[in-house]
């Protein structure tokens, strides 16, 4: 694996991605589109990703499962046994999850929590079988929502222009979401949507991710 020194994105990557982003957030269909997600009428996941339960930090549980599968994610039988059925995979899941700190927000992630957030990645893709990157995303940002962006490949490939290495999507994100400009317009774009306000306990960084991908996905 490469050294965790040269895994950072190079001024450009963050000029990009930081552009990108703010076009998407001034963009004027964002105040739409973010209100249309968290319709709860619409059939967009919602709230429901981090809110529907039993929401349990320090485990794995069916409900995470289908939480996954409202960002389009198919667990099948074999993986969904590795990871709610008690077993060698299940443990390293548990041991891993456990190491990653519950409160700690991206903006404020060091080395030590990456190297923590990283592994339990990697427990949960060699659970998952394949190179099911995506899924492991998704199921890091359900339980840690604070600290993991979704990473959704049409987002973080296809509008931030990175996606070749999580560890520097993290750190892309981490500028993001510590930009000052960025945070004034997602705040912005939060408030003019007008939506629920249980559903703004969705933290800044998952709000970023919707508007990011809506963005994507509205245009396509």
């Keep these: 694996m490469t050294p965790t020194r040269a895994r950072r994105p190079s001024p450009a990557q963050l000029d990009r991605a930081r552009s990108a982003a703010l076009g998407a957030l001034e963009d004027p269909a964002a105040v739409e589109n973010l209100r249309l997600f968290y319709d709860r009428d619409s059939n967009y996941a919602g709230r429901s990703f981090l809110a529907v339960g039993p929401v349990e930090y320090d485990s794995i549980t069916a409900a995470d499962l289908y939480a996954t599968s409202l960002l389009g994610i198919s667990v099948g039988p074999r993986a969904g046994r590795q990871l709610l059925q008690g ?127 809506m963005h994507v996905k509205t245009a396509a």
């Design 87 to 213: 077993g060698p995979h299940r443990n390293d899941v548990l041991k891993a999850l456990r190491m990653v700190p519950v409160e700690t927000d991206l903006a404020d992630a060091d080395d030590a929590v990456f190297d923590a957030a990283e592994h339990l990645h990697l427990q949960l893709k060699n659970a998952l079988g394949g190179n099911k990157w995506v899924a492991a995303s998704k199921l890091c940002a359900r339980k840690r929502p604070r600290l993991f962006p979704v990473r959704d490949s049409l987002v973080t490939r296809g509008l931030l222009g990175v996606g070749q290495d999580r560890r520097v999507d993290w750190l892309v994100y981490q500028h993001l979401i510590t930009d000052g400009e960025v945070q004034r317009r997602l705040k912005e774009v939060t408030q003019e949507s007008a939506i629920r306000e249980s559903d703004l306990l969705d933290p800044p960084l998952r709000i970023l991710d919707v508007v990011l991908w």
